[in-house]
């Protein structure tokens, strides 16, 4: 199915340089942009909230882990020391 579309100076120029660079033709290197661009855009778009918060969601970073995780011990540990401090 023809499609026409206008470039600018720029753009033209950068597609050109693809295509040599990628031994292909014009056409072929804008059908090839246009399917992973937009399939990368779809998959987006199919991910679940809790997918796209894992994605960007770093682990370890905050500190407070170490005290969700040992907790229990942490907790032992503080009131032994108070114990400690006010026996005879």
Avoid at 50 to 68: A, P
């Amino acid at each position: 199915m023809p499609v026409s579309i206008r470039l600018d100076k720029e753009s033209e120029d950068i597609l050109k340089k693809a295509a040599t660079g990628l031994h292909t033709t014009k056409s072929a290197a804008i059908r090839d942009a246009i399917k992973n661009y937009y399939l990368k855009i779809l998959e987006e778009q199919q991910k679940t909230p809790w997918e796209i918060y894992e994605s960007i969601h770093t682990y370890g970073g905050s500190g407070h882990g170490k005290r969700v995780l040992e907790g229990k011990k942490i907790l032992k540990a503080s009131l032994s020391k108070k114990r400690k401090k006010w026996s005879l």
